[in-house]
Nanobody, 126 residues
C-alpha cells in the first residue's frame, strides 16, 4: 500500500525555484508530523523542514531558512516544499516523511518518522 508519493524534482540553475509535492494516503495521511529530508551521495539523511499538521507549526534547518517554505493542504493530504534561491549545495535526493514523533525525538531525526516516500532528485547547477 503506497503511503507517500513525491513529485516535482528536477534540474535548475542556481537562483532558480522548484516546488516539491508529497501526496499522503492511508495511515501516513493521519500522521501528526510531515517533513522533508534530503540526502546527498555519501552523506547522511538530513532534515530540511517539518510541519505539525495539527497546528501548522513549521520548522526549518538553518541552511534553508528564508529560502524554503513547507506547507500542507489538508483537503487533499498533500505537503509542499517551495524552494527558492536554490544553491548547488541543495543538490540531493529529497524524501517526504510522515510520523508522530515519539517523545524525545526532534523533528529532524529520521527515526522519528514511520513512513517514507521513494524520493525525488533535485539538482542545482552553478
Amino acid at each position: 500500500q503506497v503511503q507517500l508519493v513525491e513529485s516535482g524534482g528536477g534540474s535548475v540553475q542556481a537562483g532558480g525555484s522548484l516546488r516539491l509535492s508529497c501526496a499522503a494516503s492511508g495511515a501516513a495521511a493521519s500522521s501528526s508530523w510531515m517533513a522533508w529530508f534530503r540526502q546527498a551521495p555519501g552523506q547522511e539523511r538530513k532534515g530540511v523542514a517539518s510541519i505539525y499538521t495539527g497546528g501548522g507549526n513549521t520548522y526549518y534547518a538553518d541552511s534553508v531558512k528564508g529560502r524554503f517554505t513547507i506547507s500542507r493542504d489538508n483537503a487533499d493530504n498533500t505537503v509542499y516544499l517551495q524552494m527558492n534561491s536554490l544553491k548547488p549545495e541543495d543538490t540531493a535526493m529529497y524524501y517526504c516523511a510522515a510520523g508522530d514523533l515519539p517523545r524525545g525525538y526532534g523533528w529532524s531525526i529520521p527515526r522519528a518518522y514511520n513512513y517514507w516516500g521513494q524520493g525525488t532528485q533535485v539538482t542545482v547547477s552553478s
